[in-house]
């Protein structure tokens, strides 16, 4: 009897580990034609591909079918490192309130895109997944309040992400981008 209740014991604690975090909170809606543009990415968790990224910057364009041609673009390595750009294409798959994409860098796959966050002048955002892997803080400008940053980063942990992993990308902007004047971070 004794083994059986050790055994019951240790089976519900490792399923009790196994469990799986709360549903990631999306933006309960978001007007696509307002949340298309230029995004500079303020903070991140980032992919492998983003590591050493500079003056990064994500744009959205509505296509005519219904899906989001993306460009993300950045210098690697430093503010003169070589510029990389990436064209995923997004495809909204929660079409009632728009905030679940997939994007698609290689046919076919589609990776998790959530915009957990958009404030209601659509100047800043949070971009999630499930698996609370990866996150990015992007914003309209290449620069936030540090009262903002510290608010949004408290989003996210609400969210269940370990933000020890958080890193601020550097933006400098100058004379690039619609002639806009940018600010070291």
């Known amino acids: 009897m004794r083994s059986s209740t050790i055994f019951t014991y240790g089976l519900l604690a490792i399923l009790m580990g196994c469990s799986s975090p709360p549903p990631i909170q999306i933006a309960s809606q978001v007007d696509l034609s307002r949340f298309m543009g230029d995004w500079y990415v303020i903070a991140n968790i980032p992919t492998f591909i983003e590591t050493?990224?500079?003056?990064?910057?994500?744009?959205?364009?509505?296509?005519?079918?219904?899906?989001?041609a993306t460009t993300f673009?950045?210098?690697d390595g430093g503010f003169d490192g070589e510029e990389k750009t990436y064209h995923p294409t997004g495809?909204?798959?929660?079409?009632?309130?728009?905030?679940?994409?997939?994007m698609q860098f290689l046919w076919p796959f589609k990776a998790d895109y959530r915009i957990v966050f958009v404030n209601?002048?659509?100047?800043?955002?949070?971009?999630?997944?499930?698996?609370r892997d990866y996150v990015w803080i992007m914003a309209r400008t290449p620069t936030i309040p540090e009262e903002d940053y510290h608010g949004l980063v408290e989003m996210i942990a609400a969210q269940g992400y370990d933000i020890s992993q958080i890193q601020k990308v550097p933006q400098r902007w100058k004379d690039r981008?619609?002639?806009?004047?940018?600010?070291?971070?």
């Not at 050493?52 to 989001?68: Q, V």
């Not at 209601?120 to 698996?131: A, D, P, V, W």
């Not at 981008?177 to 971070?185: A, I, L, S, V």
Request: charged residues 30%.
């Open 91 to 102: 495809f909204v798959i929660d079409q009632q309130s728009n905030a679940v994409w997939g």
């Open 73 to 75: 673009a950045f210098r």
């Open 120 to 131: 209601e002048e659509y100047s800043q955002t949070i971009i999630g997944r499930i698996k």
């Open 52 to 68: 050493k990224a500079f003056n990064a910057m994500e744009t959205y364009r509505l296509n005519s079918d219904g899906t989001i």
């Open 177 to 185: 981008q619609r002639g806009e004047k940018g600010e070291d971070t």
